[in-house]
């Protein structure tokens, strides 16, 4: 898969699929693949991911990239320092019909939290493709590097047209942009470098996300600067007289992702909360733009699991490899959650995910042929690659005795909200939790809170645990009622394991 992202960018940044190749393209090893890829334009970005089944993850993604980066995206970390080591380098364009680009030679580095990457290209978006706040700027360059493994960074630049006087490191590039398309375009006598176009202040934003052009390639590093540099109005209108109607595809949602400040800028107030949401309404959730999907998506959930209605199908076995870990204890206001640190896994049907964390909704979200169960747990999971996958575990609070294994975990829940709260002393292992039957019902679906992102592997275990009444008032104590009610299962599935 990163030898096929390699290759991926290396085709999108050369030919980009160009339709239109004059015969006098250089040979090159992947020259040939430019008359393979299907036509796309930026007419209907939505519409990518139908016109070729090797554009799929355009509408298939779940970190796609551009996003618009907002204050309650993004939580303070230590990303690391961003430094550059750009050298001269012959001017080279290329016009591939969807941007303008700057080619580079070899031997030129980026350094992104210690891990360094090479300079392949960079080349141009107008306007932004990123946004910060909802805002867009006039246009966004996007350096393009790779590392030894095969692995994507990009680096981008936003740039506003508000400065009275050219930006004298962008005339040469600027005033020779290629008028129709060409591919490795010599500027005799010309040299440039791309350390001339950033801005001297370095603070980024980091996130993960994808190529912006089909076919929409994830597990890309991105890493947006927050200075803008400035151009002026003749500058901008050399770039968009050529690429014109705009080469920018619109902003994807952000899903589980967090945007990583780089702590060199401290959020201010007002951008710090995410729309407010509870459960009084949960159909009122999508009318905040940010939350659309909630009311738009087509595989939503919870859902009803109609056991008449599954198939039986070829699912491998679940198996949980959860260790011991610290009881780190969060009260977010909608559920109360036990958070994970790295190092243990689920392998479902064969994929192995990340658990990240595990939390409790009353009374449980997901229904069985309209049964509803007291509690239900989910444990949240990710892969490799991004992709979410919750196991859900059905609670009844109908033993006599307490459950012990519960016991840590139910006598510790903060009774007000707080984030990621220790507890000396005390492990925990989800493991501990499940039954030892693990047949289960799989379905797709989404996030069963705002934003609602779909593309989540669900996989229901149908065996419940049982807890005492006196714990489950333990939770009901603090939170009661925090569960979607079912949403409509539609052309979906359900398997049955
Ligand atoms: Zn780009
Ligand atoms: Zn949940």
Redesign the pocket.
Known sequence: MKQLSILMIVIAGLFVFGCNKSSDTPADPTGDTHTTGTHWDYTDPAGWGDLDHAYATCKDGVEQSPVDIRGFYTATGVEGVLTTSYLATPLVLTNNGH?LQVEYEAGSTITINGQSYELLQF?F?SPS?HKVDGAPYDM?A?F?HKDASGDLA?LGVFINADATADNAGLSSIFDNFPATEVSHQHVTGVEINGGDILPVDKSFFHYEGSL??PPCTEAVSWNILKTPVSISAAQLAQFTTIVHGGNARPTQPIGARTVVNDGFTVETAGHSAAPHWDYTNPALWGDETAYATCSNGVEQSPIDIVTANTTTGTLGDISADYHDVPLVLTNNGHTLQVEYEAGSSITINGQSYDLLQFHFHNQSENTVDGTVYDMEAHFVHKNADGELAVLGLFINGDSTGDNANFTPIFDNFPTTEVSHQSVANLTVNGGDLLPVDKSYFHFDGSLTTPPCTEAVSWNVLKTPVSVSAAQLAQFTAIMSGNKRPVQPIGSRTVTNN
């Open positions: 941007t080349h978006h493709e966004e996007h393009v990009v912006t052009t």
